[in-house]
């Protein structure tokens, strides 16, 4: 039997209204999808972007209060730090450099005294060939031994990936893949994800904690296309474009070259052994069943 008073996670990191919670990286996808959560539980958020541009994009989504800066800036780290409750820690999407920032933000968490940081990871972070996995990993370990109270989430692939090609799905019926059609991933629906977060922030008990966020069994790309076809009403199949083709695409549409090595060792391990994961901990943590790939579709693609 677990005596109450053993349970080291039962703080509740950031009450509504109460002192802010900073959101990094939170004029991107997943900042986004975190602040949505959070404004709908009333928490105070204060969002670290970019560029000026989206510090509107933040506040129309209820931050209070918008900063803008790098991420790698020292200086603009230690003021978003100042007087916040809690963190939500997101890593600029495949940076180089995201093992010194995140030693970064850690130190700079402790030095303001943070009660609670939570680390946006990823599924499988053990996973050496593909460098932004293992990148977290090592973050990961930083926080274990930086004796800041912390929560790690480890979402899988976000089904909001299918969108890059709703366009392609809806004109032509391809979903157009740099992998093998018989590669199983599980998938989360990015909402489900930001309520997670939100729940972690808000809710006592989550200390210490590492959860998993999957919201499908590991599911084939032709079982993708499949759930696509059945939602839009019209045949969708998947079709590999070779690795080549597709680093050369990536490059004239102006992505880095470190951006498109680092995606080409995902390809090339999804290829390989597929990205799997359960559902389980999700459904807990949300306390219903996490969404599925046909409601996603059903509520996103714009037919
Ligand atoms: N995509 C997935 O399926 C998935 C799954 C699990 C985990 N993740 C992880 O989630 C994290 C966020 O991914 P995302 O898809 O939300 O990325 P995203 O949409 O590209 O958002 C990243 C945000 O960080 C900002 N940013 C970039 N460089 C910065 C800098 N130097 N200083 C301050 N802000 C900077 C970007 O601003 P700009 O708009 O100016 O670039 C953008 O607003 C990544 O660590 C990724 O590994 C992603």
């Not at 100042?82 to 809690?86: E, K, N, V």
């Given at each position: 039997m677990i005596d109450p008073s053993e349970n080291a996670g039962a703080v509740s990191s950031a009450r509504p209204g109460g002192s802010p919670v900073l959101v990094t990286g939170a004029g991107g996808k997943t900042g986004q999808a975190v602040m949505r959560a959070l404004a709908t539980r009333g928490v105070t958020v204060r969002a670290l972007v970019r560029r000026p541009e989206q510090a509107a994009l933040v506040r129309g989504l209820g931050a209070a209060d918008a900063l803008i800066g790098d991420i790698q800036d020292r200086k603009t780290i230690a003021a978003a730090m100042?007087?916040?409750?809690?963190i939500y820690y997101i890593c600029p999407n495949m940076h180089p450099h995201e093992i010194a920032i995140g030693e970064m933000m850690i130190e700079a968490a402790q030095q303001a005294g943070v009660k609670h940081f939570v680390y946006h990871s990823v599924l499988h972070p053990q996973i050496e060939s593909m460098p932004h996995h293992w990148a977290k990993l090592r973050v990961e370990e930083r926080l274990f031994e930086s004796g800041l109270p912390f929560t790690i989430l480890q979402p899988t692939a976000y089904m909001q990936n299918i969108l890059a090609q709703q366009q392609r799905i809806l004109q032509d019926g391809v979903y157009p893949l740099p992998y093998r059609t018989g590669a199983r991933l599980s998938l989360v629906d990015l909402a489900d994800v930001g309520e997670a977060a939100a729940i972690v922030l808000t809710q006592p008990g989550h200390c210490y904690a590492t959860y998993e966020l999957c919201g499908t069994r590991p599911l084939s790309q032709d079982e993708v296309a499949t759930a696509i076809s059945k939602q839009i009403g019209r045949d969708v199949h998947p079709q590999v474009v070779d690795l080549a083709d597709w680093r050369e695409q990536a490059r004239r549409s102006g992505l880095g070259p470190y951006q498109i090595d680092i995606l080409s060792c995902m390809f090339r391990y999804y290829d390989a052994f597929g990205l799997v994961g359960n559902a389980n901990v999700l459904g807990w943590l949300l306390g219903r069943s996490p969404t599925n790939l046909s409601e996603f579709i059903h509520r996103s693609f714009i037919v």
């Open positions: 100042q007087g916040i409750r809690a």
